[in-house]
Structure formats: C-alpha cells, structure tokens
C-alpha cells in the first residue's frame, strides 16, 4: 500500500481533461484541489474540489481560463 501524504490544497497549474483520483487521495477532508480542466487545445474551467469526506468530493467551476496542457516526460 502506498502511503501518501496528506495536504490542505495542492494547486495544479496545468491542464487535464480530467480529476487524477491520486490527488483526491492526497487531501485531507477539507481540503481543495484547484486546477484547470478541459482540454488543451479550447478554454477550460478552473475548478476547485474539495474534499468533504474520505472517498467524496464536491466540486465547482470558478471561471473560464486558458492554461498550457499538462505533460510527461519521455524519460
């Protein structure tokens, strides 16, 4: 089992059509993940999610925003 560290807001600034479920799993309940979602090549939602009790979210769109995609590494 992977321990994770638990924080009170992680800020993404890139991004991703989607909510990675790993970062849900490192809030603490009350904390709020804010990110922009929505694909890279159109406007996304900036969107924060927070984290009400273990396994469930709640989650809201702020504002229309224009971030660069989120990438990997090839290495």
Not at 1 to 7: F, G, K
């Amino acid at each position: 089992m992977v321990q994770w560290r638990e924080y009170r807001a992680i800020v993404v600034t890139a991004a991703l059509g989607h909510v990675p479920p790993p970062l849900i799993e490192q809030l603490k309940v009350g904390g709020r993940l804010v990110m922009p979602l929505g694909p890279a090549s159109a406007t996304q939602q900036l969107t924060v999610v927070e984290k009400i009790a273990p396994g469930e979210t709640k989650t809201r769109s702020v504002i229309l925003v224009r971030f660069v995609p989120f990438t990997r590494s090839q290495d």
